[in-house]
């Protein structure tokens, strides 16, 4: 790759957004106010804002191998608690994508040194469904499947924190649970039924 042409990329870039408005980075410069938090997978092929068509200041996003929210990781937590207590995001959206490698690789059996404490959450996901998964004999489609119960789960360790709990009950926040489908190019809202699946546990996770 040459570097210098992301400079002149650039350039290009700020010549086109100053010939539409003259003022755009002058506003863009006076602060943000994004209504959704968008997490998802650092893959190279999925760059948040170009899939949804949003603009620089419309998405506060937050990317790591697989779109995770383990509990305790900083980075997630620090982006969610900025995100809901200052922001003030009225959506939070846990976003995977098929042909995921983070996925992909917490499925194999191979010591991949740094990475198998963070793909060992993936695959705790995969014991919590491992009935429903291991009955899908095509092995791409049983991957497939993992992405979207991996997104639910996510999303789930979401709905477990403080932050999001008290702007759910304060303002209504909603969570979502997507996923690109890169084959295609399409965002799927996978409608998962958090009442339904929060209703036993929330007993043990409810915070005041």
């Known amino acids: 790759m040459n570097l210098s042409k992301i400079f002149e990329n650039n350039k290009e ?3 086109s957004k100053l ?3 003259k003022d755009y980075f002058k506003k863009l410069n006076e602060g943000q106010s994004p209504e959704l938090l968008y997490i998802g997978c650092s893959d190279s092929r999925v760059s948040a804002e170009d ?3 949003l603009s620089p200041g419309d998405v506060f996003v937050h990317r790591n191998i697989a779109n995770m929210v383990p ?7 620090s982006v969610i ?3 809901v207590e200052h922001l003030k995001v009225n959506h939070i959206v846990v976003c995977g994508h098929y042909s995921c490698g983070g996925v992909k690789a917490a499925m194999q059996s191979a010591d991949l040194g740094l990475l198998n404490p963070w793909l060992r ?7 919590l469904h491992k009935e429903e998964l291991n009955a899908i004999e095509d092995e791409d489609a049983r991957y497939d499947r993992l992405v979207d119960l991996n997104v639910q789960e996510q999303c789930v360790n ?3 924190t403080a932050a999001v709990q008290k702007a759910y009950r304060d303002r209504g926040l909603k969570v979502h ?4 489908d890169i084959k295609t190019g399409n965002l799927i809202d996978l409608n998962i039924d958090f009442e339904q699946i929060l209703e036993d546990i929330m007993e043990i996770y409810h915070l005041d």
């Open 51 to 53: 899939l949804m068509g």
């Open 71 to 77: 509990a305790i990781d900083l980075n997630s937590a």
């Open 19 to 21: 010939s539409t408005n």
């Open 158 to 160: 979401l709905i477990k």
């Open 121 to 127: 959450y993936i695959r705790d996901v995969y014991r």
């Open 13 to 15: 870039w700020v010549k």
């Open 81 to 83: 608690e900025y995100a």
């Open 177 to 180: 649970g997507w996923v690109f």
